[in-house]
């Protein structure tokens, strides 16, 4: 599965995270930002998404792509480091402002970047 191509596309994501206790959380999250086939950025506000992966670095993501059926992908994470600045970062906040609206970008203060450590189908 190509997931360059495939985060071209329109369509909803759901990102999945556990606290160090193992208090789970999900959140509505934007496609990501992809380096490469096995490096993907996110932008994170300081909300309880990014709490937890500063406490457990493991995080899943799913992501339908809009229209019929069920095409996408589920990834599992791993992070590899938070940035607070940096050009990754300002493109993220720049989208932010573009896609859900004015002020959006600035609520977001983290570029997370995660390595994929496993892909599978949306339905296996």
Do not use: C
């Not at 994470?77 to 050009?87: I, V």
């Amino acid at each position: 599965m190509n997931l360059i191509e495939l985060f071209q596309q329109q369509g909803l994501g759901i990102m999945a995270t556990a606290s160090k206790d193992g208090s789970v959380n999900t959140a509505v999250y934007a496609r990501p930002h992809v380096i490469d086939e096995q490096t993907m950025v996110w932008g994170m506000t300081d909300g309880r998404t990014y709490r937890n992966i500063s406490e457990n670095p493991q995080a899943s993501f799913l992501f339908k792509a809009a229209g019929s059926g069920f095409s996408g992908v589920r990834l599992a994470l791993e992070l590899l480091k938070t940035e607070e600045s940096g050009p990754i970062l300002a493109k993220i906040k720049e989208n932010a402002e573009t896609t859900v609206g004015p002020g959006t970008g600035a609520a977001v203060t983290h570029a997370a970047w995660f390595t994929v450590t496993e892909v599978r189908s949306l339905i296996s």
